[in-house]
Every structure is written in C-alpha cells, then in structure tokens.
C-alpha cells in the first residue's frame, strides 16, 4: 500500500484544551484504511490488523492536525508516567507522558478506558493519560499531574475523551472495593454487581488535585458503534478482536 496524504480526519475538541500553541483531538474510528472488524480508522498494533493499514491510519492522524511525529505506549494499567523529549521513541510500558518538546503527538489509545488530555497553556506543558479502573484506582491521574508540575505547569486543563458511560459499564465487588468511592456506582440488575461512572470518577480526581476546568466528552464508546471502538462491546457480541482510537495532544 502506497501512503497518500490525506487529513480532515474527522475528530472530537474540547474548549478547554482550545489554547494558541497546542493541538489536540479525540478521535474516532472513522476515516482510516483497515477492514472488516477493524473498520476503519484503527490505530492499534499487536492485534490482527494488517500493520500497513495501522501505519496509515495514524499517519492520517498526523496530517489532520499537521504535526510530525507521534509518541505511543505500550499502556500497561500501572501508573508510571513518561517524560517525553525530542529522543523519545515509542513503546513504553507506561500509562500517561507528559512534556515541553513541541512537535510531538501524545498519543493514548483506548476501546473503552478513559484517555485525559491536559495542557498548562502559558508554561506549555502537556500531557496525555490512559486510564482504565485499574490505573485510577492507583493514582495515575496525580501521578501524571505531579510529572506535569514538575515541569513547571501550574494552571492546567483538561478533557476526558470518549470512553466507557456508567449505563454501559458493569463491575463486580472487586472493583466497587478498590475504588473506595460508593458515589460512582449504581446497583446493576445483577446481584453482587454495579455500574460505574468511570470518567466521573477520574473527573472527581482532577478536580481533588487542583484543575476545576476540566470537562467529559458526552460519547459513550460502548454505544456508539459506528463512531468508536469498544472493548467490551466486542466480547458482548462475540467478535475475535477490537481496534483501538487514538486521542492526541502536542505543543506546536
């Protein structure tokens, strides 16, 4: 396959990100070149789609939001977080990045977890979170923010991007004890089990570390299934595999 430039990628905003300076986009699994299971924009590697069609796909990414290069995770659910410079390569094992290099996409991907996108405007520091129940629970949210204000940032904003609504998202006791915070979970039609409102929950972390302008995106992953990919919607209907979207930030 023959890369071509293409952008106007479709993606999500949010006014809280909306700075001079940065770039920033929640995207979906519209407008890429993969197939079948992983129509269309999937940008996940170490599944089976075909890694020509997942290098496209996010190049598509670059040339929406024309930035150059773009710096991805092995996300993990831990809560250790990467300092990103201009000699980093990708495949961490960690879960969020955080830096002042310009010209680089943070990039975290995601099927139903919870990604963060956070910008200090006038210090230029970014960052870029993956959260899944397990990474909340552990504090990767404050380990991320003290990595950014490490840095020097000191007002920053946020947006949790499309993922996973509390209507969609069932637990069992596990996770209703790890999480220690009974006001994000409602009793499911299950006994033992419960739905939780994993982004108002990481939304209430953000705010307990200082960033009252921060936001959640009203796209539910799991419902929306021409628009995102889901994790959890692809085991409920029995499919092989899942892709994956990406939501980016990047100072320019």
Aim: proline share 4%; charged share 15%.
């Amino acid at each position: 396959m023959v890369a071509k430039k293409v952008s106007n990628v479709p993606y999500e905003t949010a006014d809280t990100l909306d700075h001079p300076g940065i770039v920033h986009g929640f995207f979906g699994r519209i407008g890429g070149v993969s197939q079948g299971i992983y129509t269309s924009l999937n940008t996940g590697f170490h599944k089976d789609d075909d890694d020509i069609s997942v290098i496209e796909n996010r190049q598509r990414i670059l040339n929406t939001l024309n930035v150059g290069h773009m710096v991805t995770l092995r996300q993990v659910h831990k809560t250790d977080v990467l300092l990103v410079d201009v000699s980093t390569e990708n495949g961490y094992q960690m879960d969020a990045m955080v830096t002042k290099t310009p010209g680089r996409l943070l990039a975290i991907q995601t099927a139903d977890c919870v990604p963060i996108l956070l910008a200090d405007p006038a210090n230029r520091v970014i960052g870029a979170v993956h959260a899944g129940w397990k990474s909340a629970v552990a504090g990767i949210v404050k380990n991320a923010i003290d990595a950014m204000q490490g840095l020097g940032a000191k007002n920053i904003s946020a947006a949790i991007g499309p993922c996973i609504h509390q209507e969609s998202y069932e637990v069992g006791q596990d996770v209703f004890d790890a999480a220690k915070a009974p006001t994000f979970f409602m009793p499911s039609a299950k006994p033992g089990h419960y739905l939780f409102d994993l982004s108002g929950y990481v939304l209430n972390q953000l705010k307990g570390q200082g960033i009252e302008n921060a936001i959640v995106l009203p796209f539910n992953t799991y419902a929306l299934k021409d628009q995102y990919f889901s994790c959890r919607r692809a085991a409920h209907m029995s499919e092989s595999s899942f892709g994956s979207q990406l939501s980016v930030i990047g100072l320019v």
